[in-house]
């Protein structure tokens, strides 16, 4: 099958926070980079508690007796740029660049490993990545690239599991086993020592022969051994088209199965966690001096900002927002009706409560305490039963008001409440800003002799 939706998000994950907005080495935030899937030279983890040198993925798959796994380890290797005077017959240097810059190189290491090794005893394969210095005149000014040689492992084991299925439990773990600076003992802090370092470091695993299960939402057979895998610094998921299951990726980002890029990003913003439309625009909005200060920072800001500012309103409108995967919701009871329940023409959307006549939050009640509780009815708030939400524990013993009883699409039921106490609950109420709590994390007041709401 082919991998190139799975490499699309494995290189999001590879250079997620690399340079972040605004995208300048002098913003606070770009002066400590390489947060995500470090693996530290072995000597600085030992001496550092919050760093490690080691990623393990463990993960579940069943086979048909002769599976074989490829395994890809894709990391950075940093590349420290160091930036001197004017160079010889150049002109006056950039002050926008950087004295010191990180740039990053990207790296792969693929191993394959036979059913045979799989299942018995498995594979400890070492790998070297060479180091390098490269010259050259930048801007005016003389440019030093420098890459410390990397050395590393990456063990590769199935131990059967037990049951009348066939499947087994695989551990992939990746060890940088680089000296670097550390051997010289220079490196007194994480600055000195990250030119030594994997950075980013993630794995995608291919099954032959076989098919992963979700970590996530594993068969019922499997729920155990699922829960047993200890994955350290990353986390396994389904890669691929959605029902795949023939690769896994290991990110050190918690992502769901089968993660996509969105198609309507134009490009790398190295932030996922933003919206790109704002960030996009954001980025629009610095000045023509901030904007000659990212392109010097590094090649990637400088086409990150020359993207941003080449985009058109076509790209831009697109970035406002889509819908996946949503049809016009038809009640059971018949085909849809074209008009909203007030008759003024719109479709009712599927979440609406209004779309769905089985539901009615108004009228609807539930049985707390064998009391039947609904709009109207006065409660004792008892917070804690099912969550340890700190917001909803400041509020335990107070009395409260139900306005609603609802249900969501997994036909869960909640009560909407607003305090008996609170001056502007009549405000909150007008606005539908309610607080929610299941039913088991309420006590009925025994005090009313009817239905609360009943002849309100």
């Known amino acids: 099958m082919s991998l190139d939706a799975v490499r699309r998000i494995a290189d999001a994950v590879l250079y997620e926070g690399y340079i972040l907005y605004p ?12 947060q995500f899937g470090v693996l530290m030279p072995p000597a600085f983890a030992a001496a550092d508690p919050s760093e490690t040198s080691t990623m393990r993925a463990e993960c579940v798959f069943e086979h ?8 890809t380890v894709r990391f950075l290797q940093v590349q420290r740029r160091r930036t001197g005077g004017a160079a010889p017959d150049a002109s006056t240097p950039d002050t926008n660049v950087p004295d010191v810059w990180d740039e990053a190189v990207e790296r792969e290491v693929t191993l394959t490993v036979s059913s045979r090794a799989l299942l018995s005893d498995g594979t400890d394969t070492r790998f070297t990545v060479p180091g390098g210095e490269e010259t050259e005149t930048m801007a005016g000014a003389r440019v030093v690239r420098r890459r410390e040689p990397l050395t590393g492992s990456v063990s590769v084991r199935a131990t059967p599991l037990p049951g009348p299925w066939q499947a087994a439990m695989l551990t992939v773990r990746v060890t940088n086993e680089s000296d670097g600076a550390m051997r010289a003992g ?10 030594a370092a994997l950075v980013a470091a993630h794995l995608v695993i291919t099954v032959s022969g076989g098919a992963f299960l979700s970590m996530t939402d594993p068969p019922e057979w499997a729920s155990p051994q699922v829960a047993a895998c200890q994955s350290q610094g990353c986390w396994p998921v389904l890669a691929g088209p959605e029902g795949s299951r023939q690769v896994m990726l290991a990110a050190p980002i918690i992502l769901p199965d089968h993660p996509q890029v969105a198609q309507e990003s134009p490009g790398e913003l190295y932030d996922g966690t933003e919206i790109d439309e704002i960030l996009t625009l954001r980025t629009l909005a610095l000045s023509d001096e901030e904007k000659a200060e990212a392109r010097a920072t590094d090649p990637r800001a400088a086409a990150l900002i020359d993207r941003v500012d080449a985009m058109d309103a076509p790209t831009m409108e697109q970035l406002h927002g889509t819908i996946r995967a949503m049809s016009a919701h038809r009640p059971a009871s018949g085909p849809a009706s074209p008009a909203g329940p007030a008759g003024d023409g719109e479709q009712v ?10 539901v009615s939050p108004g009228t609807d009640s539930v049985f707390v305490c064998g009391q039947r509780v609904a709009r109207g009815s006065r409660v004792t708030l008892r917070p804690g039963a099912r969550r340890a939400d700190a917001q909803d524990m400041f509020l335990a013993g107070r009395a409260a008001l ?3 009883v609802l249900v969501d699409v997994d036909d869960t039921t909640y009560l909407a409440v607003t305090l008996a106490d609170d001056p502007a609950a009549d405000l909150q109420s007008a606005h539908g800003r309610f607080l929610y709590f299941s039913p088991d994390e309420v006590e009925p007041d025994i005090s009313e002799t009817s239905l609360g709401g009943a002849g309100q």
Do not use: F, I, M
């Open 23 to 34: 995208y300048r080495a002098s913003a606070q935030k770009n002066r400590s980079r390489w």
């Open 64 to 71: 048909h007796g002769q599976p074989a796994v490829e395994v």
């Open 186 to 195: 220079t490196a007194a802090s994480r600055e000195e020592a990250l030119p």
């Open 349 to 358: 959307p599927w979440w609406d409560p209004g779309a769905d006549a089985s």
């Open 402 to 404: 139900v306005e609603a």
